[in-house]
Each structure stands twice: as structure tokens, then as C-alpha cells.
């Protein structure tokens, strides 16, 4: 049984940078062919998928974030991090990270994390 947690502050000010933590257990994050990512809803929206780290470390990024989000992994802690600079209180969300896989008919989503509340303010 995979289980993923989103672990990091719950307040972040503006132009500071946001850092989330995904502890995943019950599999490995290097394991073919699976994809780490990090999805955020903000209040009264949709989701917005951010980006993903692939299993051998590629990176994608949602093009409404890509200038300044970052996607990294760390293998020895079995953990995938979200780095979001510059934020500003339109940052602000429920952030979900998720494991998904790619098919020929689309991706899918397996496992999702509980999410974590993020408020930017000062």
C-alpha cells in the first residue's frame, strides 16, 4: 500500500518561498514507471497540476508555474519536495502530491496525498 504526506509550513509570506515535503511509503520513488507530483486547489478553483518528478528524475512543469516552481527528489529519504518562489496570497491552496501513471489513452492518478493547507499572507 502506497501512502503519500505532504508535510511543510501552513503560512508563508509574500515573496518568500514555499517548500513542501511528499514522505512516501510503501513503494519507492525511483520505481519504473511511476510519476511524483504536486497538485493545489486554491480556494473556491480547480485543480492546477504544478509538475512532476519522473521515477528516473525528469522534470515537467505546469506552464502557469514553470518559471518558479522546482520539482527534486531525494532517493535516500524516499521523499519528492515543491519549491514555489515569489509567492504572492493568489499562492494560496490546498497542495496535494500524487503518484500517477502514463498510458496510451491518458495519465492517470493512483495514490494522492491528504493535502496540506497553504496560506500566504503577511
Known amino acids: 500500500q502506497v501512502q503519500l504526506q505532504e508535510s511543510g509550513p501552513g503560512l508563508v509570506k509574500p515573496s518568500q518561498t514555499l517548500s513542501l515535503t511528499c514522505t512516501v511509503s510503501?513503494?519507492?520513488?525511483?520505481?519504473?514507471?511511476?510519476?511524483w507530483s504536486w497538485i493545489r486547489q486554491p480556494p473556491g478553483k480547480g485543480l492546477e497540476w504544478m509538475g512532476a518528478?519522473?521515477?528516473?528524475?525528469?522534470?515537467w512543469y505546469g506552464p502557469s508555474v514553470k518559471s518558479r516552481t522546482s520539482i527534486s527528489g531525494d532517493t535516500s529519504k524516499n521523499q519528492f519536495s515543491l519549491q514555489l518562489s515569489s509567492v504572492s496570497p493568489e499562492d494560496t491552496a490546498v497542495y496535494y502530491c500524487?503518484?500517477?501513471?502514463?498510458?496510451?489513452?491518458?495519465?492517470?492518478?493512483?495514490?494522492w496525498g491528504h493535502g496540506t493547507q497553504v496560506t500566504v499572507s503577511s
Open positions: 510503501g513503494g519507492s520513488i525511483t520505481t519504473s514507471y511511476y510519476y
Open positions: 500524487a503518484r500517477y501513471i502514463i498510458q496510451s489513452t491518458g495519465v492517470y492518478i493512483v495514490d
Open positions: 518528478i519522473a521515477y528516473e528524475g525528469s522534470n
